[in-house]
């Protein structure tokens, strides 16, 4: 058992949302770092397509190992950061949920944490497990593996699905570790392959990023001085063969793996490309290319030359502006390279200043990291390392570097983690920049890297990172100097006149104001940090921490090339950032030599006075959308308020996307009662559907005997499912005390969607029906789509992917093909043409045949196998013959929840329990198996539970019926069933329990709810 322990500090995987992914956040939208960029309908293809794997082994090509379990014991055992979070117990019980949620056909009965056993059934095959023989004593962590050793025994004998054991070991053992914290966990040795490839920042491959859309692989972005650049491939061509294989459906993952190789090995990319002199054709190019080292690139830069025309002040020439995405093993290397560009183009002289923007960086080689701040700092501590408290390891800075003491500015904001607070830290506490932005991410644990006997590897969480002062940045982050939030406003209509309802004319002093738009003004919590993972880790070197100075900026967002992406390009543009021009401006008034603590000392009067010209600047942004936020004395004493909601339709505005987006306008008014102004007024508003959660609705000054209406227009799914949302809205001024809080329930019911059947037949050139191909052949499949659902698919797509390798080709034009207004009932025939060649020999050519509704998300897929005929089969087993004619259709769910005692169906319940029925049959007279899992939607201490697993006994039709939990907050009910094809079918049920009625601070107060279901 070899270990190869390493600090690093990158951001993990994780199923929550990407942080700072927003433009809002994020100075610069990122192409992922695996190369992979999906477009249009692809993320709902890449939900539609399943590749199985067999139970013996999965994609990686490992097996199951049993000996994982022992091996992680015994690192956790001996390295893991605080044993006394080490809870056996507690975390088997996580397990199982894990164990259920990861394989459609195991079922874990009584899961629930209050039960001393769990029944896992298999099939008809079912063991106990007495959870009693685990204790939370450190020294039951082997009876814990034990126990997983155990059921995976029984596993191996009687699953046999497709999901590989190997598959589900890893996704079980990083459920148990889970339980320990939000960084320690396995990767499978393909996994560990693509984390490598962050951290080194290097592949051998051509330098070009690639993505798809519409179905077609696309250059996005050619790096310079790489083998693609000096091969001119260009943004924007169309790769349509890698080597011989016909990329049409490929993957860009698929893609990435065949154009990545060797370094000094060959690959030739067919592109097309617009001809130069007639645009409006297409010319065809095979351009071989020699792969060679690909350094991905990890910081950018650019001379800011405009910002001080008058050259006045103590600091005058170019402004350095360098962004740094993550921390690969070039890091330092590519900063260091970058402040010699910047210096030269600065006509050789020292720069006036730095921006270091860090935002959106999610760590990476903690050495790299240290690098960085050793070269700006002469003395000081840069980081430290503690376990349970106790510092083990300082790092302090060397006085071996010559740059110059300019000022520094670093940017950082939420989506900054890690090596990036070190960065920020580092530089911070020692008085070599001020911080400016957010609060950073706060993930301040080091985890090491050892590697397990089957290449699997263990990331384990063994210290904490302290800065400067030994104050921990886990789970609060690095706490800027001068906290800067940025203020956006979008879509904002002007003010219009609203008529009273009885038509009758307004009085003076009484008229509404309707504003209409979305207004982002404070703050909100969508934002994931690492408090929000629910096993943080919560340090013992904590520490409290306030900025000194807080201010508001203006931010716009720039209309971007959504495949496109500047720092890959390098086509910067900083100036147009409005944290940059604030950066710009300290800089402006630093003194000479620089030291960051007496800017923010001696400065105070010139920091204030842009925080208030930055915070002039949003009143004058929102008296132009009509709101009045200039504030002002007196406080009114009597509010009235009235929230509504309409849904209504709007032209998409885009001439290829003809349906109309639905919206549901919320409406709320304040009345002003009293004898004095309400100033500042606003209503933020709470919801546990997140686009319902913190939208602002601006009142600013409502004057006495004064009615203002906000209205938020919010997007909805084009094809919502029956449920019933709480929003929430509380009214408050700027001294943050409620004063009146309303609930509106917005209910919307499922109006149908489309569903799919299809047929195939194979055929030869001439349209005859065939049942094997060989070598040599051209092929076409023909498709027979039938609308069965109850409503139209405005825009189908049917897709083929070759899932065999070099021996299919699909022919351009035939493998993805698109369809229109498939009404209720219509039928629409496809035909998909390839091309069969030689090359290994198999026993049938595999596909994966799918059809999906772009706008629903409704679809049907299935593997595909037509079998290799003729005299070359040699001694290949035979194989059926392909059926012509054969029906796919998915099962038939209905399903209803509905209260015991009334026999009614509820959409929001305050009854722990409701009544669960549901019929499933199948079109084909198929063997169904079915299976209901249970979700809290927002909940991180609340797993999926699969309450119930069944199988039709050979049987074309099945009933469930049963008892279902119903926990605090929305709760998503999924019946699943899946036949004998595998063709898998879902509905989902939703049901509120939690606060019904309306909480009013004022008891006079009424709520005004217009409930309009469609």
Same mark, same amino acid.
């Given at each position: 058992?070899?270990? &190869? ?17 927003? &433009? ?68 088997? @019980? ?54 997983l050793r155990d059921v995976f025994l029984f596993l191996q004998a009687n699953y046999d699905g497709e999901t590989a054991l190997s598959k589900i070991q890893y996704a079980v053992l990083n459920g148990f570790l889970g339980g320990l914290d939000p960084h320690t966990l396995v990767f499978s ?50 790769? +349509? ?12 993952? @698929?893609a990435v793996e065949r154009i990545r190789g060797p370094r000094g090995s060959t690959v030739t990319l067919t592109v097309k490309r617009p001809l130069k002199d007639e645009p409006s054709k297409l010319e065809t190019k095979a351009i071989p290319v020699k792969r060679a080292r690909v350094v ?70 903690? +050495? ?130 609203? &008529? ?15 504003? @209409? ?191 203002? +209406? ?22 408050t001024t700027d001294d943050g005390k409620p004063i009146l809080t309303q609930s509106l329930s917005i209910r919307r019911k499922d109006q149908g969607r489309p569903r799919f059947r299809y047929e195939a037949e194979l055929r030869n050139p001439e349209g005859k029906a065939i049942t094997t ?128 005692? +009334? ?112």
């Amino acid at each position: 058992m070899n270990s &190869q322990p390493r600090d690093t500090a990158p951001g993990d995987p994780s199923p929550r949302p990407s942080i700072g992914s927003s &433009q809002k956040h994020r100075p610069y939208s990122l192409l992922t770092r695996s190369l992979l960029l999906v477009a249009s309908a692809t993320f709902l293809l890449a939900l539609i397509f399943v590749t199985p794997t067999s139970k013996a082994q999965n994609e990686d090509g490992d097996s199951y190992d049993p000996k994982l379990f022992g091996e992680v014991a015994l690192y956790l055992q001996e390295h893991y950061l605080d044993p006394d979070r080490i809870a056996p117990r507690e975390l088997i @019980e996580k397990t199982f949920a894990t164990l259920e949620n990861s394989v459609d056909e195991i079922f874990v009965e009584n899961s629930d944490p209050t039960q001393s056993f769990v029944a896992v059934n298999v099939d008809t095959n079912v063991k106990m497990f007495n959870l009693n023989k685990v204790s939370n004593s450190k020294k039951s962590l082997a009876d814990a593996m034990a126990m997983l050793r155990d059921v995976f025994l029984f596993l191996q004998a009687n699953y046999d699905g497709e999901t590989a054991l190997s598959k589900i070991q890893y996704a079980v053992l990083n459920g148990f570790l889970g339980g320990l914290d939000p960084h320690t966990l396995v990767f499978s040795p393909d996994a560990f392959k693509d984390f490598y490839v962050h951290i080194e920042g290097e592949i051998g491959g051509v330098g070009m990023y690639v993505g798809t859309r519409d179905g077609k692989l696309q250059v996005i972005e050619v790096l310079k001085d790489t083998p693609a650049f000096r091969a001119k491939f260009k943004k924007g061509d169309l790769i +349509t063969r890698i080597g011989d294989e016909s990329t049409i459906n490929m993957t860009v993952k @698929e893609a990435v793996e065949r154009i990545r190789g060797p370094r000094g090995s060959t690959v030739t990319l067919t592109v097309k490309r617009p001809l130069k002199d007639e645009p409006s054709k297409l010319e065809t190019k095979a351009i071989p290319v020699k792969r060679a080292r690909v350094v991905i690139k990890s910081v950018e830069s650019k001379l800011i030359t405009s910002w001080n025309p008058e050259n006045e002040g103590n600091w005058i020439g170019g402004v350095g502006y360098v962004i740094c995405q993550n921390f690969d093993k070039n890091t330092y290397r590519s900063l260091r390279e970058s402040l010699r560009r910047l210096r030269l183009q600065n006509g050789d002289q020292p720069l006036a200043g730095l921006i270091l923007d860090l935002r959106g960086n999610s760590g990476g080689l903690l +050495t790299q990291a240290i690098e960085m701040c050793d070269y700006f700092l002469e003395s000081g501590n840069i980081v430290s390392t503690a376990t349970r408290g106790e510092v083990q390891r300082e790092t302090s800075a060397k006085d071996d570097g010559d740059e110059p003491l300019y000022p520094i500015i670093v940017l950082a904001n939420q989506g900054s983690a890690s090596g990036a607070e070190i960065v920020a830290g580092a530089l911070q506490k020692n008085h070599r920049a001020v911080l400016l932005g957010t609060s950073t991410f706060g993930k301040g644990s080091v985890q090491q890297l050892h590697r397990l006997s089957n290449e699997a590897q263990l990331k384990i969480t063994v210290s904490e990172y302290l800065i400067p002062g030994n104050i921990s940045i886990q789970e609060n982050g690095v706490v800027p100097d001068i906290l800067a939030e940025p203020v956006t406003f979008a879509d904002a209509l002007p003010p219009k006149p609203i &008529q009273e309802d009885s038509g009758k004319p307004q009085q003076p002093g009484t008229e509404k104001t309707a504003i @209409e738009g979305e207004f982002n003004l404070f703050p909100d919590d969508r934002h994931p940090t690492e408090k929000d993972y629910e096993k943080h880790i919560v340090s013992r070197c904590a520490r409290e921490e306030f900025p000194q100075y807080t201010l508001q900026y203006f931010f716009e967002p720039e209309k971007v090339d959504p495949d496109s992406d500047a720092f890959i390009s390098g086509d910067l543009h900083p100036e147009r950032d409005e944290l940059v021009q604030t950066a710009l401006q300290l800089i402006r008034v630093a003194d000479k030599p620089f030291r960051a603590d007496e800017l923010l000392t001696k400065k105070r009067n010139e920091i204030e006075q842009l925080r208030l010209d930055l915070f002039d600047q949003i009143v004058t942004k929102l008296n132009e959308k009509g709101v009045d936020w200039r504030n002002g004395t007196g406080g009114g004493s009597d509010l009235d308020l009235k929230l509504s909601h309409e849904f209504v339709e709007v032209p998409s505005g885009d001439d290829t996307d003809p349906i109309e987006i639905p919206q549901v306008v919320v409406s709320a008014t304040a009345t002003n009662k009293g004898l004095t102004p309400f100033h500042r007024l606003k209503g933020i508003s709470k919801s546990d559907y997140y686009p319902f959660s913190e939208r602002e609705f601006l009142f600013g000054k409502v004057d006495p005997n004064q009615s203002v +209406t906000r209205r938020v227009r919010i997007r909805l799914p084009y094809f919502p499912n029956t449920r019933d949302d709480l929003m929430t809205l509380e009214l408050t001024t700027d001294d943050g005390k409620p004063i009146l809080t309303q609930s509106l329930s917005i209910r919307r019911k499922d109006q149908g969607r489309p569903r799919f059947r299809y047929e195939a037949e194979l055929r030869n050139p001439e349209g005859k029906a065939i049942t094997t191909v060989q070598p040599g052949m051209d092929a076409a499949l023909g498709l027979k789509i039938t609308n069965t659902g109850s409503a139209a698919a405005h825009k189908g797509i049917a897709i083929l992917r070759n899932e065999t390798g070099r021996q299919v080709f699909l022919k351009e034009g035939y493998g993805r093909i698109e369809f229109t207004e498939l009404g209720v009932g219509a039928t629409e025939e496809v035909e998909f043409r390839f091309e069969v060649r030689d090359g290994e020999p198999v026993e049938s050519y595999k596909f994966e045949l799918a059809v999906v509704d772009f706008y629903s998300g409704a679809g049907l897929s299935h593997a595909l196998e037509i079998p290799r005929g003729g005299a070359q089969r040699g001694g290949l087993a035979p194989t059926e013959p392909f059926v012509n004619g054969k029906v796919f259709e998915q099962p038939i769910i209905e399903a209803r929840l509905f209260d015991p005692d +009334t026999k009614e169906v509820v959409l929001t319940s305050e009854r722990s329990a409701l009544q669960l029925e549901s019929s499933i049959r199948s079109p084909r007279g198929s063997a169904l198996r079915a299976w209901v899992v249970s979700n809290v939607l927002n909940s991180d201490n609340t797993p999926p539970d699969k309450i119930v697993f069944a199988s039709s006994a050979g049987k074309e039709k099945m009933e469930l019926k049963r008892p279902v939990p119903i926990r605090e907050g929305v709760n998503l009910i999924t019946v699943f069933a899946k036949d004998d094809d595998n063709l898998e079918a879902r509905l989902n049920l939703f049901v509120r329990r939690g606060v019904t009625k309306t909480a009013l601070a004022d008891p006079e107060a009424e709520t005004t709810t217009k409930e309009v279901v469609r």
